[in-house]
């Protein structure tokens, strides 16, 4: 049973549907679970294999994938710093405690931080200031703030009624990508994409909605400041223009 | 695109305008169509990615 709530939307609005090509590269024998992704500086990608507890490698050069690196517990989000280092969310879902791992070049994992009271760890980046790496916790909403200089030590950047889930099991805050000074922030349960401004001292500001009916699970940001949004439950992917305008460029029958 | 979970430009010369994008195959939801390997797929997308480490 699902209370309403002022910023709650139960449906999705994809514009226009105008599939365009798409080619599979590398596919993960069923069942499997592919979260999140992130590309280093030689673009090879790095995807989080849930299911598998593991973070696999795609080289476009060879087209080849291997596995990476090998989690003690399932891994979720992806974000590469600017020393190449890659930083890796997870934890079993609905269970405590969620984590944050540390991922050399050469795949050695080390844990990072350990939240006891985290169950859904998921999207992060980096933050501006080039030593924290912004997590969301999609069971509370909040958005963590976890210090790369310093293994354990981490705060809450932003917290809020609008990050946090409706419907029971369904995420609140999401994904999270930084542009100009702001931060967007998906918000599933709620049909929602949220931005907050990232004031001079590193702190979140307001948080305020720039688009609702929207399933967005995680998304990339455009040079043209267009959205690329994956919708999970609706099996598509929409691209969302600075205008408002909506298409969407992917359905179940492709990929 | 069963299950489509995140997406990514790529960086690679030449790579720069593709997007791709992860997916759990109907693992968590599944498609009426039932459930599907996952997959990482490709899309040529028109445009450049904004760098995620820009300012960092």
Known sequence: ?255 | MIGSTACAFGRAPGDEKTLYVTTDGGFLIPHESGIQDAKLVRMEIGELGWPLLQGV
């Open chain 1, 1 to 255: 049973m699902v209370t309403p709530t002022e910023d709650y939307y139960p449906d999705h609005d994809g514009g226009e549907f105008a599939p365009i090509e798409t080619t599979t590269v590398a596919r993960w024998k069923a069942r499997a679970f592919l979260e999140n992704l992130a590309v280093d500086a030689d673009g090879a990608v790095f995807v989080t294999v849930y299911s598998h507890k593991r973070v696999d490698r795609y080289d476009p050069a060879t087209g080849a994938t291997t596995p990476f690196a090998e989690l003690p517990a399932p891994p979720m989000g992806l974000a590469f710093d600017a020393g190449d280092v890659l930083w890796v969310t997870g934890g079993t879902l609905y269970e405590s405690p969620g984590f944050i791992w540390r991922v050399e070049r050469s795949g050695a994992v080390r844990q990072w931080c350990e939240f006891p009271d985290a169950i859904f760890m998921n999207g992060c980046t980096m933050h501006p200031n080039g030593r924290t790496l912004l997590a969301c916790e999609s069971s509370s909403g909040r958005i963590l703030a976890v210090d790369l200089g310093q293994p354990g030590r981490w705060d809450v950047w932003l917290q809020g009624d609008r990050l946090r889930p409706v419907v029971p099991k369904w995420p609140g805050s999401n994904g999270i990508k930084i542009r100009e000074g702001w931060a967007w922030i998906t918000v599933s349960g709620r049909r929602l994409l949220v931005r907050v401004p990232i004031q001079p001292d590193g702190s979140a500001g307001a948080i305020e909605i720039v688009a609702d009916r929207l399933c967005a699970d995680d998304f990339a940001l455009g040079m043209s400041g267009s959205l690329y949004i994956t919708t999970h439950p609706e099996h598509t992917l929409v691209r969302l223009d600075p205008s408002g305008a909506r298409k969407t460029l992917a359905g179940p029958e492709q990929g």
